[in-house]
Every structure is written in structure tokens, then in C-alpha cells.
């Protein structure tokens, strides 16, 4: 009995056994190297808190076993992006006015903790349904290492800022993009009671400024940041009257000492009086490929002066919006706007003016505009002047009348009318058939394809609703030719509201 017997097992037992075995999964094989790798890329967008919908990858791979816990501790940098809230909302949804903020609160103070020292990619945007002192929180949390921020986006209201608690940004040195918009509701009206000040003079690694609104700015940028600047964007911005050297002091003269500056979006609707009456310099921006002006109507000359007399040779989009105001209206001319000659993307808006008059300068001014565009391939209107006439002038005319032709290389056309009788059947056929070219008659000399023609249409308007009559636009996807143009590759959208 004290002899080892051998047994061998019937085969059909073997497969049966070999699977009973504990297997280990195939990523438990991985090292840990490559674990990181993984836990890079997953943790590469910001962690998002928003109750039910809180997104917080670190925190997943740190709960999976004590191996990833240990990995994920060990690797500030999954822990240092974040976003709380929604960046949009419309006051009409409530679905987050809940208790469960709280929760988010020691998450978000979780993730701070956890980041150590690395540096920080934060968004706060805050909303009338965070408790007032959970705001309060989030924004001294992020104040107070703001030392080590590289990435800051503060977007929320006047009311929504703490009472009596200033909040000063002038320590971040690492900083590199910062965008800060406390919005307004009185548009400068009266003045206002919170502000968020930022300091420029504590920035050293700056390269992309969006403010707006409630924003107080001062200090000297310094001469580094001003050549490594790529973008700025300036809106309504307050200055102190001793700290005249910042954006909002000229943001046109301030664009004279960033030569590298390659997008920028300055309005002056509620500009202060004055900053806009001396002629604007004359900018030599090589770099600059993106340009949004917001000018009242009355900014017109200087306007007018800025785009004929600046030097921006790689300038390629544009959107010019006009917040009209028939005081002291001056007709434009454009006739010497230089810069435009390169653009490839034109953005038009002219907002109604305040006292609901028609602009009665609206087409001249614009086929003076668009005269000065000849490579344009994309045109964007959005204006409640659009009219028959304005379809008109951008219609093709017949060889021997060509020279009053614009836009010879458009490819792209949105209109944004907003009222459906002014835009006309057999106008809006005849600006399509004039402009469209088969696709046979698209080619060079070598057979290559060419762009040249219009390929995209987007129409937008408001349907007429007082009943006067029968609609003026039929659906022109079928209607001949459109029809045809459409079958040969035509892109045509309707857009009714």
C-alpha cells in the first residue's frame, strides 16, 4: 500500500481540468511601463464633476487592485486636469440642484491633493444652482495653487463671485493659457461690484489671453511674454488708470508690441470713450492668420484705417461685426483694406441697430468690402439687412459685365437672413446657377481637380409667420437646375426656424 500508483485520467477528463485552472488575465501580464502608458491616454481629458455624470478615470484605475492603486499614487499628472460644471447652461434645466455636490467637493479636493506638485489644467464654470459656498471653495482652491496652474478657464456671472472676497491671479508664473469671463448683465452700464484682477507682470510663460468682461487688469507684461504670445482675445476689459500698459488701455496698440501673435478677438461695443478715437497703429502682425473685430458703427474710419495701412501678409479668417448705432453713421469705404486681399474666410455681422431702423448703407458698404476680397472661397452673412439686392450683388454677371463681379473664388456661402421673405426663388436660383460649375469643367490642364466654384450653400431664416400671402422660398432641392447641381455634388441646406 505504501507504493505510488500512477493514474491516468480518461482523455475526455483533460479539457475539463486544463480549464478548471486559475488563469491570469492577459493585462495583469503587462508591465508597468506600459500600464502608465495606458493610464496617460485614458487620464488625458479633464476629470469632469458634474453629479450623475462625474467622470473621474484616476480615480477608476486607483480602485481597481492594490498594483493600480499603487501606480496611479505614484503618477501626479493623472490627477492635475480637471473641470467642474457644465459649460453651457440655460437656466432651465435643474436636473443638478441636488445634495450630491458636496460629495463632488471632496472628490475635487481628492484630485488637488493627489496632484501634488504637478502642474494644474483647470475649468470652473459656475452656475446659479452651486451653493454659495461651495463657489466660494472651488475658487479659493484653485487661488491658492495657482502657483503651480498652467491651464485656467473661469467662466460665470458678476453675482456669482463670493461677497467681499477678492480674488487676485498674479502668482502663476508657469501659466501658459488663461481665459477668465465674469459676465457682465448690465454691459457696462453702471460699474462693477466684483472683478476678478489679474496682474500681468507675475506671467512669464504666457501664450494664450482670453478675458472678458469683469476682468481687472494691470501691470506690465513682460517683454518674453509679449514675443511668445500666440493669442489674444479681449473683450470689455477694465484697466487701472495708472496701468495704461495692458490690453485694455488700446488692445490695438498692445497688439503692436506682440509680433507673433497669430489670433486675436478684440471688440470695443462697450468700449470706453476715447480708447478707439486716435487712429489705430499701423500693425506689422507676419504671424497673424485669424482676426474678430467687434466695432460699433461708429468705429467706422478707424476701422476702415486699421485694415488699410496694418502689414498681415498670412492673414486667412476674419469676422467683422458691426453693433450699429445710426448716430453719427458714416458710409464705409473700404476701398484700401489691403489685409483683406489674402482672406479665405469672411465672417459679416451686422447687428440691428438699436432703434430698429434699416441700415440703408448695408449693400454698398458690403460690395465695397467684398470687392477687396478676391480670394475669398468662404462668405458667412448673418444680418437682418439681407435683401434681394444683396443676393443680386453677389450673382455672377455675364462675361461683358465682369468686372463688376465679387468673390471670383467662392466655394462656401452661408446666409443668415432671418426673415424668409427676403430671400426670393428665382433670386437665390439665379445666384446658385451663376456661381455652380459642373464637375467636368473643374479641371486644370493636367487633369487635377479644381475648387473653384461654389460646392456649399446654407440658407437661414425665420419663416414668415404674420400670414401676409404665400411663401416667397420654395424648397429649391426640387427645383431645376438646383436639383441637377445637387445630383452633380452641390451641397444645399435649409436652415427655418
Not at 227 to 240: D, K, P
Not at 434 to 461: C, I, M, Y
Amino acid at each position: 500500500m505504501g507504493e505510488k500508483t500512477n493514474v491516468t485520467l480518461p482523455k475526455c477528463v483533460e479539457p475539463g481540468i486544463e480549464k478548471a485552472k486559475p488563469n491570469t488575465a492577459p493585462i495583469s501580464s503587462l508591465i508597468p511601463d506600459i500600464l502608465r502608458e495606458i493610464f496617460e491616454h485614458g487620464c488625458s481629458t479633464p476629470a469632469s464633476f458634474l453629479p450623475e455624470t462625474t467622470e473621474a478615470p484616476a480615480l477608476a484605475y486607483s480602485q481597481v487592485c492594490r498594483s493600480w492603486r499603487s501606480l496611479t499614487l505614484a503618477r501626479s499628472t493623472l490627477w492635475s486636469s480637471m473641470s467642474w460644471g457644465l459649460r453651457w447652461w440655460r437656466g432651465h434645466n435643474t436636473m443638478y440642484r441636488n445634495n450630491s455636490d458636496k460629495r463632488l467637493a471632496v472628490l475635487w479636493d481628492l484630485y488637488l491633493s493627489r496632484s501634488r506638485q504637478a502642474l494644474l489644467h483647470v475649468s470652473l464654470y459656475l452656475h446659479e444652482y452651486d451653493a454659495p459656498e461651495l463657489r466660494e471653495h472651488l475658487l479659493d482652491s484653485v487661488f491658492k495653487e495657482q502657483h503651480r496652474l498652467h491651464h485656467l478657464e473661469v467662466d460665470c456671472n458678476e453675482d456669482i463671485l463670493p461677497e467681499g472676497t477678492p480674488y487676485l491671479l498674479s502668482a502663476a508664473p508657469r501659466l501658459g493659457f488663461l481665459k477668465i469671463k465674469v459676465f457682465d448683465r448690465y454691459r457696462g452700464i453702471m460699474p462693477p461690484k466684483k472683478v476678478i484682477t489679474v496682474d500681468l507682470s507675475g506671467f512669464t510663460s504666457l501664450r494664450e489671453l482670453d478675458l472678458s468682461d469683469n476682468v481687472l487688469l494691470r501691470g506690465r507684461v513682460p517683454a518674453n511674454v509679449l514675443e511668445s504670445l500666440r493669442t489674444l482675445n479681449y473683450w470689455t476689459v477694465h484697466t487701472l488708470p495708472q496701468n495704461l500698459a495692458t490690453p485694455a488701455s488700446n488692445p490695438f496698440s498692445f497688439l503692436h508690441y506682440a509680433p507673433r501673435i497669430r489670433r486675436t478677438e478684440i471688440s470695443g461695443e462697450f468700449m470706453s470713450p476715447g480708447v478707439l478715437s486716435a487712429p489705430p497703429p499701423r500693425l506689422d502682425l507676419c504671424h497673424l492668420r485669424e482676426l474678430r473685430l467687434g466695432l460699433n458703427d461708429r468705429d467706422a474710419d478707424f476701422a476702415e484705417s486699421l485694415l488699410a495701412d496694418s502689414e498681415i501678409p498670412a492673414l486667412e479668417e476674419m469676422v467683422l461685426a458691426f453693433f450699429a448705432d445710426t448716430r453719427g453713421y458714416q458710409r464705409r469705404r473700404w476701398t484700401q483694406g489691403k489685409i483683406l486681399k489674402t482672406l479665405k474666410v469672411l465672417l459679416l455681422n451686422w447687428v440691428q441697430n438699436h432703434d430698429g431702423t434699416q441700415d440703408t448703407f448695408f449693400d454698398e458698404d458690403l460690395r465695397r468690402l467684398l470687392q477687396c476680397t478676391p480670394a475669398l472661397k468662404s462668405l458667412h452673412i448673418a444680418s437682418v439687412w439681407i435683401t434681394p439686392q444683396t443676393l443680386l450683388l453677389l450673382t455672377h454677371r455675364s462675361p461683358e459685365d465682369a468686372a463688376s463681379n465679387v468673390c471670383p473664388a467662392l466655394e462656401k456661402l452661408v446666409l443668415d437672413g432671418h426673415d424668409e421673405r427676403n430671400f426670393l426663388s428665382q433670386v437665390v436660383i439665379d445666384l446658385i446657377s451663376s456661381r455652380w460649375r459642373p464637375p467636368q469643367e473643374k479641371t486644370d490642364n493636367e487633369g487635377a481637380t479644381s475648387f473653384s466654384g461654389l460646392t456649399d450653400v446654407h440658407l437661414s431664416f425665420f419663416l414668415d409667420e404674420s400670414g401676409e400671402g404665400q411663401r416667397r422660398l420654395a424648397d429649391l432641392r426640387t427645383v431645376e437646375p438646383v436639383c441637377s447641381f445637387i445630383q452633380q455634388g452641390l451641397k444645399l441646406v435649409f436652415e427655418q426656424s
